[in-house]
């Protein structure tokens, strides 16, 4: 399976990096390698002193498709999710500096962490959903999909004009304000409309 990522999805989150905002979504890929395995801490990498989180809502692909039409969008999944798109902003910084690529900023080994996933039909719109993000005792991101520049329908339209979607693949859809950094002994954790639906030990 792989990964899709969404960067810069959410206004406020563009603007907290001083970003411009984009003509069309700007997307990015991990490898399968890059999730991090249920149950195990995420050990802040050697390569990095500046280690953000990203809390995003994930969208599982069901079934394969190419030249996927907006209209059509919602069939090609069933269940949503919640994750962390674990960045080396520092890494980051210095390839979009230099005008390279960001695998090595987002790509990493455990920079995926996936939570649990639910039936889309659990929630009332797709298109209104509350997540957040808290970090020891402070919830320090919130979000809605409401607020998303582009709503999943017409991410997966966008992102299956260039990459198949194949059946397990997950997109994740871009991190709203209020990322930060995180230090050894942070204990994450993950809200979907109020549930619990992941926790991550920092190391
Ligand atoms: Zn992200």
New binding site residues.
Partial sequence: MKII???RNYTEHITELANEKPEDPIIFLKPDSAILPKNTPFVIPTFSNDIHY?V?LLVKISKVGKHIDEQFAHKYYEEIGLGI?F?ARDVQEKCKTKGLPWEKA?AFDGSAVIGNFYPKSQFKDINNINFSLQKNEAIVQNGNTSLMLWKIDELIAFVSQFFTLKTGDVI?T??PAGVGKVNSDDYLMGYLEGEKVFSVQIK
Wanted: hydrophobic share 20%; charged share 35%.
């Fill in positions: 990522c969404i960067g990203e995003e798109d960045t987002k994740f871009g991190t």
